[in-house]
């Protein structure tokens, strides 16, 4: 069964950092490009940060480019978004996501939810 699972997610205040983790099963992430999402209360999902499937480049949304680093370990099977200097404005359900444009194929995890509150 393939399947991505995040993790890391919690609550933490302002200022704080936290590191997601997204890891797969029953499919290897070598061959797909691969983002966070997010979704706040009331708000459309956006896309966060994305990495080639190599790894060679990387784009991220306006509002967190220098905060948040996304990377992969293609060996261990698992993305990861590093968060820095979180902001109240970064709470929402954070979603991992893998797609592969030549065989049409992209799988969602289930979410972890990151608050950031004082």
């Known amino acids: 069964q393939m399947q991505l699972v995040e993790s890391g997610g919690g609550f933490v205040q302002p200022g704080g950092s936290l590191r997601l983790s997204c890891a797969a099963s029953?499919?290897?992430?070598?061959?797909?490009?691969m983002s966070w999402y997010r979704q706040a209360p009331g708000k459309e999902c956006e896309l966060v940060a994305r990495?080639?499937?190599?790894?060679?480049?990387?784009n991220y949304a306006d509002s967190v480019k220098v905060r948040f680093t996304i990377s992969r370990d293609n060996a261990k099977n698992t993305l990861y978004l590093q968060m820095n200097s979180l902001k109240p404005e970064d709470t929402a359900v954070y979603y991992c996501?893998?797609?592969?444009?030549?065989?049409?194929?992209?799988?969602w995890g289930q979410g972890t939810q990151v608050t950031v509150s004082s």
């Open positions: 996501n893998a797609q592969n444009m030549l065989v049409r194929l992209e799988f």
């Open positions: 029953g499919l290897s992430l070598r061959s797909y490009h």
């Open positions: 990495i080639t499937s190599a790894g060679g480049s990387t």
